[in-house]
């Protein structure tokens, strides 16, 4: 595991760089000198537990850097390893305590901080790395928001692009990350586009928390996230051609009644998951989101029981 860098102000890039780290297991002797406040921070909001005890360790009683048994001196009470040049290596405490990064905890905290509102429940895409957590309202846009780390790599960035190909977000698709190298310049599937956690995470008062202005302010700059302009009204409504509302509801009935054989069968959770899946096939010119809302009511509607 690569030597991790000092942040004693805020405590996002320690956050991020163990995220990416090589290992989630690490030991305190691994970090640079000054890292171990934030460590203390980080265990305690339970990004960090315990690890396990380690069996060996790297010597650095000599220039070899060769790896050795620890071994445990019970008349010493203390725990050693041996080196063929330098003899018996007594160890610190730092070469035998370990922590684990809990990835999963970064994705639920994000959940609760955006905050979600139409959660999936922490959706596994790629094991480890890649999750779907939902829907956030931004302002007046809802973007659904995947979280990545480790995709730095070419195989890794592969990994991530077919696992997004069948999301299709509401308004617009961030994908947060900790990994700070991606491919800016990949175009990511279905409109999707990356944000370094480091640029929205904040630590402030004690807390760890999402900074929603230059949230707000990275989105204006994604392509297409700017509210599409208002149709000037007609000064005659008598010549409106758009179909009424009670046409709409006679062309959304096939749609109600498969949207019920997939709640039925266990392809959709609920009336808004199984609008989403067949929103674009539903007549009008209105926008994604007014179409899921409009069959899930409709479904609710024909199925109050349901």
Known sequence: MNRLRTDTVNIVPLLCDLSEASDEV???SELEFGCHSGLQLLADLGVIEPGPRPETVV???CDADHPAVIEFDAERRCYFHFCPEAGTVTLENADLVTHRFRPEWLADWLMRALPITSPLGRTGLVQ???WHLGDAACGDT???VIFARRVSS?????LL???LRPVHPVDKGLVVTTSPHFARQVQLPNGFEFLDLRDIGRWVEGKLIVDRRNLYSRLQGLQGCSPPPKRPMRAVLKDRKEPSRLDWRE???PLIAEMHTMILHGDARNPTDAARALARRASGNGQQASKVTRLAAAYIKAYPSN
Not at 154 to 158: E, H, I, K, P, R
């Open 26 to 28: 690490f030991r305190e």
């Open 59 to 61: 010597c650095n009683a």
């Open 128 to 130: 480890g790395c890649v």
């Open 142 to 144: 809802q973007v659904t």
């Open 154 to 158: 070419q195989a890794a960035l592969d």
């Open 161 to 163: 692009v077919s696992a």
């Open 251 to 253: 062309a959304d009935k």
